[in-house]
Structures are given as structure tokens and as C-alpha cells.
């Protein structure tokens, strides 16, 4: 049973509006949250994470927000551009440091 | 070369060949792992390293093989594999157990 899921696999969104990627989880126990990016015939890399102590960080224009009583966090892009389409994986981390990825969602950004 | 390496970027095999996955990282990191990507699935953990030591291994079946001789190296060795072995195989590093992880480029395996 998977313990992070991104239940869209596929978005899409035009130039200069938001994308709003989502993900579940279903262990209590994870306190670290990340999301990947990735690109075709490349490894996925670090975007932005969050701490189970707050409820929202932001980056330039990536925001990942984390509700803990739905077990639920969301990546926000705005304004999205057409270099973000790109699969994003979201991970969860607990005490043992192990990274727990869902399946991905395919965001493409339309010009 | 920077960050994390893989090689051969693309491998195709038969079931009764023996070949190897070498990863490298130019980051001064002391953990590595290896990951394994089916299509439409998640990213499963095969194996951890830890200043050099295997310090996890998800029930990988034994015709996976890991090796790691040094904190920037890491290798793979295949040996009977099964078409459903065919996938994404990711390597990442990372500075201890930190949550940030540094990834390859990854190794496309076919298993005909």
C-alpha cells in the first residue's frame, strides 16, 4: 500500500497561471516533506521541502503548503512557465531518514 | 564532471547476462543509494550506504548485487535478472541521512 500518493498523474495549466499539484499521505510518523522535479533523461532534483512544524514555505515562485490533520500537501506555481513541465514527485521522510516518493504527476504548461 | 554520474546511461541484457551499474558522486557526500523506477510507479528504495556500509536493503532479491568501495563510489551488479526487472535504476547521494538527496541521470534497463 503506498504511503504517498499523487493521485493526478497528468496536469495541465497555461503560461501565466497556477498549478496547484497535490499529494496524500497516510503515515503519521513522516515530519519532512520534499518535492522533486524531473526532467526525461534526467535524475529528479530538489525543488523545495517543508518541515512538519510549519504549514507553509515558500520559494520565489514555488509554495508548498502542508496540512497535517488531512495528511495532505499541495506545490503551487505561480505564475507557471513553460520550463516547469516537468514530472514533480512528492517524498515524505520520518525518523529513519528514508524517502518515501509517490508515483508523480506530469505538469505541462501550455504557451 | 559534477554531481552525481551513471553509467551506462541505457543497458539491454538477457536474462542470463551479468553486467554492472556504476554510479559516481563529485559531492563529498558520505551516503548512497539506489533506486529502482517501474513505469507509473513510485520510486522504490533498493539499497542505503552509509560510509560505505550497507545500512539497508529493502528485500531486493539476491540477483541484485550492490557494491560500494569507497563514499564516492557505487556499483549495481546484475546476474539473471527477469523482464520485470526491466526499469529506471536512480542513484542519489547525500550528505549523511539528510533529507536532501542528489540524483543521477539514472541507468534505462531492458531485461529481454
Known amino acids: 500500500d503506498q504511503q504517498v500518493k499523487q493521485n493526478s498523474p497528468s496536469l495541465s495549466v497555461q503560461e501565466g497561471r497556477i498549478s496547484i499539484l497535490n499529494c496524500d499521505y497516510t503515515?503519521?510518523?513522516?515530519?519532512?516533506f520534499l518535492w522533486y522535479k524531473k526532467y526525461p533523461a534526467e535524475g529528479p532534483t530538489f525543488l523545495i521541502s517543508?518541515?512538519?512544524?510549519?504549514d507553509k514555505n515558500e520559494d520565489g515562485r514555488f509554495t508548498v503548503f502542508l496540512n497535517k490533520s488531512a495528511k495532505h500537501l499541495s506545490l503551487h506555481i505561480v505564475p507557471s512557465q513553460p520550463g516547469d513541465s516537468a514530472v514533480y514527485f512528492c517524498a515524505a521522510t520520518g525518523s529513519a531518514r528514508q524517502l518515501t516518493f509517490g508515483s508523480g504527476t506530469q505538469l505541462t504548461v501550455l504557451p | 564532471e559534477t554531481g552525481v554520474t551513471q553509467t551506462p546511461r541505457h543497458l539491454v541484457m538477457g536474462m542470463t547476462n551479468k553486467k554492472s551499474l556504476k554510479c559516481e558522486q563529485h559531492l563529498g557526500h558520505n551516503a548512497m543509494y539506489w533506486y529502482k523506477q517501474s513505469a507509473k510507479k513510485p520510486l522504490e528504495l533498493m539499497f542505503v550506504y552509509n560510509f560505505k556500509e550497507q545500512t539497508e536493503n529493502n528485500s531486493v532479491p539476491s540477483r541484485f548485487s550492490p557494491e560500494c568501495p569507497n563514499s564516492s563510489h557505487l556499483f549495481l551488479h546484475l546476474h539473471t535478472l527477469q523482464p520485470e526487472d526491466s526499469a529506471l535504476y536512480l542513484c542519489?547521494?547525500?550528505?549523511?541521512?539528510?533529507?536532501?538527496?542528489?540524483f543521477g541521470p539514472g541507468t534505462r534497463l531492458t531485461v529481454l
Open positions: 517543508i518541515s512538519s512544524i510549519k
Open positions: 503515515n503519521s510518523m513522516f515530519d519532512y
Open positions: 542519489a547521494s547525500s550528505q549523511g541521512r539528510s533529507n536532501e538527496q542528489f
